[in-house]
């Protein structure tokens, strides 16, 4: 058995719902621009005939579960909301078909993809990589996992709030790129493991929060998710 300098970090994870046990959590990527309107407000409008999904990811310790209290971030006067639908993995795969990306499927999470818009934007104009804009410490809001064994979901309303007002309202009908198609594309690049978390996009609407908003989305047959943005932390 190995022993360690210190303590190892405790594995990443989430709730699943109507189960004790927890979803240890792996990688986690993020599809960009997936949302024609979305693509459009962000001035970069997505052309799927010729393009093809892009990437990001984020540390795995960035995942905070719904409910939670995060800090105002440091670095940042542009704090953005993207309520997002969360795909988990429970198989994995290789250079999966579309056809089959299905069988990946382990359930889905509503999810918050918190980005420091400014700081984005800033270094996508510069050709530089988003990390500071998104790899956020706390940044990555998941709901409880609700288990659908190898089911693709293709339509349903996907929504965010703040402070009781309607920011984001779309449907998972309009994603550029479906699930399996992201499965398809993304296994060409990585070998899928479960665990792997995949957020889908977002829609149009994004937006800045202040501390002490809050935060309330939801996705049809999937669940509620809720956020508060706290004091800057130290
Ligand atoms: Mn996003």
């Given at each position: 058995m190995s022993t360690y300098l210190w303590t190892p970090p405790p594995t990443p994870s989430l709730p699943i719902l109507g189960r004790e046990e927890r979803l240890p959590v792996n990688r986690l990527f993020f599809v960009g621009r997936n949302y024609h309107a979305h693509a459009a407000e962000m001035g970069r409008p997505v052309n799927k005939a010729q393009e093809s999904p892009f990437y990001f990811t984020k540390s795995p310790c960035s995942l905070v579960e719904s409910g939670a209290t995060v800090a105002y971030?440091?670095?940042?006067?542009n704090f953005q909301f993207e309520m997002e639908l969360v795909v988990a993995l429970g198989e994995p795969g290789f250079q999966v078909s579309a056809a089959r990306a299905h069988e990946l499927i382990y359930g889905y999470a509503c999810g918050l993809d918190m980005t420091r818009r400014d700081l984005q934007l800033a270094a996508r104009d510069k050709g530089r990589p988003w990390d500071l804009g998104k790899d956020v410490e706390a940044s990555s809001v998941a709901s409880a996992i609700v288990p659908m064994p190898k089911q693709l979901l293709d339509s349903g309303e996907i929504a965010l709030s703040v402070n009781g007002q309607v920011r984001q309202s779309s449907d998972?009908?309009?994603?550029?790129?479906?699930i399996a198609e992201i499965i398809e594309d993304l296994s060409r690049y990585y070998h899928l493991q479960p665990g792997d978390l995949v957020y889908t996009g977002t829609p149009e609407g994004v937006g800045a929060v202040v501390t002490g908003d809050h935060l309330e989305g939801h996705i049809a047959g999937v669940g509620r998710i809720s956020l508060d943005i706290g004091l800057a932390g130290r």
């Open positions: 971030p440091p670095g940042t006067s998972l009908n309009k994603l550029i790129w479906n």
